[in-house]
Nanobody, 114 residues
């Protein structure tokens, strides 16, 4: 059974940085496209960043130039490095693994506030 466990969320001041981690177990991590989504209260879940099994990355317009999505296949982990954080980045962040099927993590809260 594939499991995704996110960590690294918390409270940060505007302009600060956080790194989220998503550890995947139960399958061949390197074959998965990995994605980060976020959902703010009262809003739809949106795609933040994606990295394919081959390393191709895509970013949502609102985070381009501020966020990156590196992956470490040796550690079965994908990260979301978030820099220059803004209050509007406040949301629950979810990790998703996509290959034949897709799997979701439980989410981690990120709050950007002074």
């Amino acid at each position: 059974q594939v499991q995704l466990v996110e960590s690294g969320g918390g409270l940060v001041q505007p302009g600060g940085s956080l790194r989220l981690s998503c550890a995947v177990s139960g399958s061949i991590f390197s074959r998965y496209t990995m994605e980060w989504y976020r959902q703010a209260p009262g809003k739809q879940r949106e795609l933040v960043a994606r990295i394919s099994s081959g390393g191709t990355t895509n970013y949502g317009d609102s985070v381009k130039g501020r966020f990156t999505i590196p992956r470490d296949n040796a550690k079965n982990t994908v990260y979301l490095q978030m820099n220059s954080l803004k209050p509007e980045d406040t949301a629950v962040y979810y990790c998703r693994a996509v290959w034949v099927y897709d799997y979701w993590g439980q989410g981690t809260q990120v709050t950007v506030s002074s």
